[in-house]
């Protein structure tokens, strides 16, 4: 089955300890990318990766990192969470570019205390 | 960068009523338009999409427009059903700045009562 699967699916951590969000797709891929998802503001892209090794920058990337080593595999990277990133974390794939149809992971709810 | 608008923020109607849901892009090299929809507990579902060289596009209920001259496109819900409820979100992208970046809306709760 055609997917893209996250984990965990829920955590919750304290200030300041790292943590990581895995992320993986078995379509053959191109483009990844991460979003997270807050009350009244949408979808908003954190980073995202065109190919293997190459990655940018979304609207918010600030607090995170990521890598791209293997096309299927995306983690996301937070080195110190801070409260402010207590949200709905979701990982998408698409054939090439954005600018085609994306496939959502089901997401990851963080909490950070 | 691009910005996208999307009214309203909840949208509630009687099953089988008509549902439409706008939005407004501000970058004029966008050119793909898609629509997803988000069930409670899960990640975003393409359901119809457009490009900029099309005006209007149909899959039997739904159903999108788009005009390009005054950047806005709209999602047509007909004869909504009760498992139409979930949170809707347009977006736009496009080769501005040699990226393709999606720019999200903020979304839009449609309740559909039985």
């Known amino acids: 089955e055609a997917q893209v699967t996250q984990n965990p699916r829920y955590l919750i951590t304290v200030t300041g300890k790292k943590l990581t969000v895995t992320c993986s797709q078995n379509?053959?891929?191109?483009?990844m990318s991460w979003y997270r998802q807050d009350p009244g503001l949408g979808l908003r892209q954190i980073y995202y990766s065109m190919n293997v090794e190459v990655t940018d920058k979304g609207d918010v990337p600030e607090g995170y990192k990521v890598s791209r080593k293997e096309k299927r595999n995306f983690p996301l990277i937070l080195e110190s969470p801070s409260p402010n990133q207590t949200s709905l974390y979701f990982c998408a794939s698409s054939l090439w570019t954005g600018d085609n149809e994306q496939f959502f992971g089901p997401g990851t709810r963080l909490t950070v205390l | 960068g691009e910005n996208v608008e999307q009214h309203p923020s909840t949208l509630s109607v009687q099953e089988g009523d008509s549902a439409v849901i706008k939005c407004t892009y501000s970058d004029s090299a966008s050119n793909y338009f898609p629509w997803y929809k988000q069930e409670l507990g899960k990640g975003p579902q393409l359901i119809i999409d457009?490009?900029?060289?099309?005006g209007e596009k149909k899959d039997q209920r739904i159903a999108v427009t788009l005009n390009k001259t005054a950047k806005h496109f709209s999602l047509h819900i007909t004869e909504t059903q009760p498992e139409d409820s979930a949170v809707y979100f347009c977006?736009?992208?496009?080769?501005?700045?040699?990226?393709?970046?999606?720019?999200f809306g903020r979304g839009t709760s449609l309740i559909v009562h039985p």
């Open positions: 379509m053959n891929h191109e483009y």
């Open positions: 457009i490009r900029s060289n099309v």
């Open positions: 977006a736009a992208s496009g080769a501005s700045g040699g990226s393709y970046i999606p720019t």
